[in-house]
């Protein structure tokens, strides 16, 4: 038997079952965003703390390795690339990033492939063994690392200014090659504990971003405006047409079509008076017409909508401007249309041009599959 409220429906109750999934799905999704970014921050953590290489790794490397001189890490599959252009790169620092998504399998314009090899990460330098020769870049000669956000490449720049080269990498393999040759670079500089203290400090920023599981809905939250199909947005649209379709008919004035003032005349020997309408006043030839004075145009109002067209709501979310909304209450998508995987966002609250909202304002990829971002929801 279907559950029924005091009144005997039953829409209360399904409105309620269907809020209960979608923020289900919804905070499953979030937070399995939120582990996988946890989890690799602690295995960044771990590797960052055990990283230490071995003369032995070196064995059978056709390359000469010096007396206080390990293997960190070697990749067979590296390509040396170079800048066909003078490239002012940045300094070398120690700032640690997981990348925003993943790397597309390109060149970026004005590089050129040269080599290909074994690149090989050492206590003291980073090495290409190529077909064509070896090509050594020593840590304390370098004077720009640059890691292309989009694209696979390393960049580096040294002290005898010659052109500009680095290294193309596999798609898969370039952010564990960056991380590993930034802890080695550290090494170089006695600045491991650095990059230590970064990876804490992402970690504990991370664990403030866990996802709360939400409120079950009960049916007695229900508006009556889930009743209707489309709720808030059909609502809305009947209301404006409810405003328009009036204010349209009484412009139009359709009773007197060619809009004339009428004037009564004396009674016809018929015994019924006639409308007579005046005749237009003549104009002289050459004066042009009076134009109609325009009405003033009506000032906007200061005391509107407090939201400035926002869904009605109890936190105080509109579009008035103001702070921005980095972290959201549990409730905000009962009150408003919540993209899926909301709470994966990492951002600030936007509406994005269908209607819906999103936690990922800010970002390039913001409302990407809802036609892009429409305003900034503030508080």
């Known amino acids: 038997m279907a559950k029924t409220d005091s009144t005997g429906s039953t829409w209360r109750y399904r409105w309620a079952h269907r809020q209960n999934v979608r923020r289900v799905s919804t905070y499953r999704g979030a937070e399995k965003a939120w582990r996988r970014r946890d989890d690799e921050l602690r295995r960044l953590r771990a590797l960052a703390a055990d990283f230490h290489g071995s003369a032995a790794a070196g064995a059978g490397l056709p390359m000469e390795l010096t007396a206080d001189e390990v293997v960190l890490w070697a990749l067979p599959a590296a390509q040396l690339v170079e800048v066909r252009h003078t490239a002012v790169l940045p300094a070398p ?221 109890p936190l105080g979310y509109g579009f008035c401007g103001g702070t921005r909304i980095r972290k959201p209450a549990t409730e905000v998508c009962d009150w408003f249309d919540c993209v899926p995987q909301f709470w994966a966002g990492r951002g600030y609250l936007v509406q994005c041009r269908d209607g819906s909202v999103s936690l990922a304002g800010g970002r390039s990829d913001a409302c990407a599959e809802h036609r892009g971002v429409r305003r900034t929801i503030t508080k």
């Open 93 to 313: 620092d120690l700032t640690v990033a997981l990348p925003a998504g993943p790397l597309r399998p390109r060149r970026p314009d004005g590089v050129r492939v040269t080599d290909a090899g074994m690149a090989v990460i050492t206590s003291r330098r980073l090495v290409l063994l190529g077909g064509r020769g070896r090509r050594d870049w020593a840590y304390g000669r370098m004077t720009g690392l640059a890691h292309d956000p989009a694209s696979p490449v390393t960049l580096i720049q040294v002290l005898d200014h010659r052109r500009t080269a680095g290294l193309l990498l596999p798609t898969d393999a370039a952010p564990d090659f960056r991380f590993k040759l930034t802890l080695a670079f550290a090494d170089a500089i006695e600045q491991r504990a650095a990059v230590l203290a970064q990876l804490d400090e992402l970690i504990a920023e991370h664990a403030q971003l866990k996802p709360f599981r939400p409120a079950v809905a009960t049916p007695g939250q229900a508006r009556l405006s889930s009743f209707v199909p489309g709720g808030r947005r059909t609502i809305a649209v009947a209301a404006a047409l409810a405003l328009l379709v009036p204010a349209a008919l009484i412009e139009s004035d359709p009773s007197d079509p060619t809009g004339g003032p009428e004037v009564a005349a004396a009674a016809t020997p018929s015994g019924e008076p006639v409308l007579i309408r005046p005749a237009p006043p003549a104009l002289t030839r050459g004066t042009p017409a009076p134009k109609p004075a325009k009405p003033p145009r009506a000032a906007p109002s200061t005391t509107g909508d407090p939201r400035c067209g926002a869904p009605q709501n």
